[in-house]
């Protein structure tokens, strides 16, 4: 069995591919969310938004990838994101890694992050 200790984040979300796979999941999340889905659909070039996407995964979990977007609070100004997106949101992403079958404490420290940067999501 794999130690929590032991291993980085980014090796036990499956490294590149790992992350790829779950990030896939998490736009299909987004894209069947009734709360979020409109955000999704008018996005220009997903394929893009995808690859930033799992850059920023990657490399926020200690991985060796560069992320090559913007930050959060540019990416997300002028979005007027509210709460209960933020939280449908993450809500998706808790789903997307149970169905790519990370453990609990792994999705725990995946909330912590996520949870951590509300303050550059949400009505900036
Ligand atoms: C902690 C939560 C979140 C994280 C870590 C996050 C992360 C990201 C990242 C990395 C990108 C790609 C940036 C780029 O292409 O340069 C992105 C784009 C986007 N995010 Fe978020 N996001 C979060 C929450 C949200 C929420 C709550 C919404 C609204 C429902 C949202 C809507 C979008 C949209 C629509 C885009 C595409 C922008 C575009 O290129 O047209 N995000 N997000």
């Known amino acids: ?13 499956g490294s590149h591919d790992g992350i790829t796979r779950i990030t896939r999941e998490l736009i299909k999340n987004h894209l069947n969310n009734p709360l979020v889905n409109i955000r999704y659909q008018n996005v220009e070039n997903m394929d893009r938004v995808e690859q ?8 926020g979990a200690g991985g060796p990838e560069t992320y090559s977007g913007q930050d959060m609070l540019a990416t997300h100004r002028g ?4 709460e209960q997106e933020f939280i449908t949101v993450i809500d998706d992403a808790m789903s997307a890694l149970e169905t790519c079958g990370i453990d609990t ?3 725990n ?4 992050i996520l949870w951590s940067l509300k303050g550059e999501v949400i009505r900036v």
């Open 1 to 13: 069995m794999q130690s929590t200790s032991a291993t980085t984040l980014y090796e036990r979300l």
């Open 52 to 59: 930033r996407v799992v850059e920023f995964f990657c490399a």
């Open 79 to 82: 979005m007027n994101v509210s």
């Open 105 to 107: 404490p792994t999705r």
């Open 109 to 112: 420290e995946v909330l912590a």
